[in-house]
């Protein structure tokens, strides 16, 4: 995986579940999301907030948003589901 490749700035949503963060591939910065039932696979049963399940699974989202976006380098938003972390 490219090193200029990475994810930041986890944000909680409050009205839909998501968690938003933000991509910065090479000199492009995109947003990220992944769905709240994604975020259940990843929260394991653990009591964690949504942030702190984003730190403890940081390289397995990292890999999924990257494995995304070389797939699909044009789209505006990379959008993370169960299928990703299943």
């Known amino acids: 995986m490219q090193d200029a490749f990475d994810i930041a700035d986890p944000r909680d949503d409050d009205r839909g579940g998501y968690l938003n963060f933000t ?9 990220g999301r992944i769905s709240a039932s994604a975020m259940r696979i990843l929260m394991d049963a653990t009591n964690y907030s949504p942030v702190e399940v984003f730190q403890a699974n940081k390289m397995r989202i990292r890999s999924a948003a990257y494995k995304s976006r070389r797939q699909n380098p044009t789209l505006a938003m990379v959008m993370l589901g169960t299928v990703d972390f299943s």
């Open 23 to 31: 991509i910065h591939d090479g000199t492009a910065t995109i947003p």
